[in-house]
């Protein structure tokens, strides 16, 4: 079955500290999909990226990375000297044939980032 | 021009009631979907729907109908509310089903808050 873990529930940083969320997955499946969604206090959720499971370079966009490690099934997040509009929920998601292909959340990480 | 819209952002109503939420996506999308984030933040997802048919029903009480009149529109009708549905209901919408289908991305709607009193 497909799982998604996000142990932090929360993370508290100062502006421009590098902040790690970690996510950890569960499936069955050879062939799956992970993905990042940030939701703002606004309220929308918002897409960061999608990896596919035959593709493990870590990827860079902007302050933004991510490093995917599939001998660890991690797909973790890390913002480079974050800001306090980097302050949301993030979400980390897994979808896999044998889940339907629908999208399976983990519970979020509430990341604040204090001035 | 909003991608996902769904009506209506706020709904605040009592134990018993029936109500609606509308939502309507303009990206040409083939499959619609409602997810239900409780009041921990949990998103879960409670149907799908491609080309107007029913894909995924995530044993959800049969209180809750999804109607899509076309693959541009995907409504939730909720009978006899109750206060366990309060939550914030969002609909999206994705490029296709089918082999590969796991990989689309889906784009949300803003939400619709619904507070059953």
């Known amino acids: 079955a497909q799982k998604v873990t996000q142990a932090q529930t929360e993370i508290s940083v100062v502006e421009k500290e590098d902040v790690t969320l970690d996510c950890v997955y569960e499936t069955r499946d050879t062939t799956y999909y992970l993905f990042w969604y940030k939701q703002p206090p606004s309220g929308e959720l918002v897409f960061l990226i999608r990896?596919?499971?035959?593709?493990?370079q870590n990827e860079i966009s902007g302050r933004y990375s991510w490093n995917f490690q599939k001998s660890t099934s991690s797909f973790n997040f890390t913002i480079t000297a974050s800001q306090v509009v980097d302050s949301a929920v993030y979400f980390c998601?897994?979808?896999?044939?044998?889940?339907?292909?629908?999208?399976?959340f983990g519970k979020g990480t509430k990341l604040t980032v204090n001035p | 021009d909003t991608a996902v819209s769904q009506t209506p952002k706020y709904l605040v109503t009592q134990m018993g009631n029936d109500k609606s939420i509308k939502c309507e996506q303009n990206l040409g999308h083939d499959t619609m979907y409602w997810y239900k984030q409780d009041s921990k933040k949990f998103l879960k997802i409670m149907f799908s729907?491609?080309?107007?048919?029913?894909?995924i029903n995530e044993t959800v009480p049969n209180r809750f109908s999804p109607k899509s009149p076309d693959k541009a529109h995907l409504n939730l009708h909720i009978n006899s509310l109750e206060l366990g549905d309060s939550a914030v209901y969002f609909c999206a919408s994705s490029q296709g089903l089918g082999r590969g289908a796991g990989a689309n991305v889906l784009t949300f709607g803003a939400g619709s808050r619904l507070t059953v009193l």
């Open positions: 998601a897994l979808s896999d044939q044998g889940g339907s292909e629908k999208l399976v």
């Open positions: 990896r596919n499971s035959f593709d493990e």
């Open positions: 729907y491609n080309n107007k048919e029913l894909i």
